[in-house]
Nanobody
Framework: QVQLVESGGGLVQAGGSLRLSCAAS????????MGWYRQAPGKQRERVAR???????NYKDPVKGRFTISRDNAKNTVYLQMNNLKPEDTAVYYC???????????WGQGTQVTVSS
């Protein structure tokens, strides 16, 4: 059974930093990509950052230069380093893993990030 366990969310003042982690277990096939999404109240879930198995990254424009996604393939873990946080970054952050030939998707339970002004 695939499980994604997220950690690292919390309350921080504007300009501060947080580091999110997402550890995947129970995966029997290769991980194609790992990503972070967020959903603010009343808004749709949106992708924030993504990293492929080859280490290629892409970011949503508002977080470029402030957020960095990375992964540890040996630990099946993806990280999101968030610097210079802004109140508009406040949301529940979810990790997603895409696995195997059929690109099965698995989601974490979400972790709350709150940035105060």
């Amino acid at each position: 059974q695939v499980q994604l366990v997220e950690s690292g969310g919390g309350l921080v003042q504007a300009g501060g930093s947080l580091r999110l982690s997402c550890a995947a277990s129970g995966i029997d096939f290769s991980i194609n990509s790992m990503g972070w999404y967020r959903q603010a109240p009343g808004k749709q879930r949106e992708r924030v950052a993504r990293i492929t198995s080859g280490g290629i990254t892409n970011y949503k424009d508002p977080v470029k230069g402030r957020f960095t996604i990375s992964r540890d393939n040996a630990k099946n873990t993806v990280y999101l380093q968030m610097n210079n946080l802004k109140p508009e970054d406040t949301a529940v952050y979810y990790c997603k893993v895409v696995v195997g030939l059929w690109s099965n998707e698995y989601w974490g339970q979400g972790t709350q990030v709150t940035v105060s002004s």
